[in-house]
Nanobody, 127 residues
Framework: QVQLVESGGGLVQTGGSLRLSCAASGRTFSVYAMAWFRQAPGKERESVAAIRWNDGNTYYVDSVKGRFTISRDNAKNTVSLQMNSLKPEDTAVYYC????????????????????WGQGTQVTVSS
């Protein structure tokens, strides 16, 4: 099992920045990729960004490209999401997730099987 704990959410004005962090513990050696997802009220959960654990290769959905940056610290078993130029439509609960599957291609990293999930952290962007 892998346990994930997110932190760093909050309230920010349009155009502002937030940094989310996710700390992984447990059987972290089994993790192949990690990702951030979000779910806004009344909407389905959607992927935001993903990162391959061994080499840091990253993937983003179009709506956050150029604004969000996903990164990882292998030594600390953490993954972060730096969010800049935030918009009201970024308001959602953000979830950290980890996959033990070997994934191929951008679609798999953003929409593939993620086996472990954090509890979520609220991000609210005011207009």
């Amino acid at each position: 099992q892998v346990q994930l704990v997110e932190s760093g959410g909050g309230l920010v004005q349009t155009g502002g920045s937030l940094r989310l962090s996710c700390a992984a513990s447990g059987r972290t050696f089994s993790v192949y990729a990690m990702a951030w997802f979000r779910q806004a009220p009344g909407k389905e959960r959607e992927s935001v960004a993903a990162i391959r654990w061994n080499d840091g290769n990253t993937y983003y959905v179009d709506s956050v490209k150029g604004r969000f940056t996903i990164s990882r610290d292998n030594a600390k078993n953490t993954v972060s999401l730096q969010m800049n130029s935030l918009k009201p439509e970024d308001t959602a609960v953000y979830y950290c997730a980890a996959s033990r599957s070997v994934l191929f291609g951008r679609s798999a990293y953003l929409n593939g099987d993620y086996h472990y999930w954090g509890q979520g952290t609220q991000v609210t962007v005011s207009s």
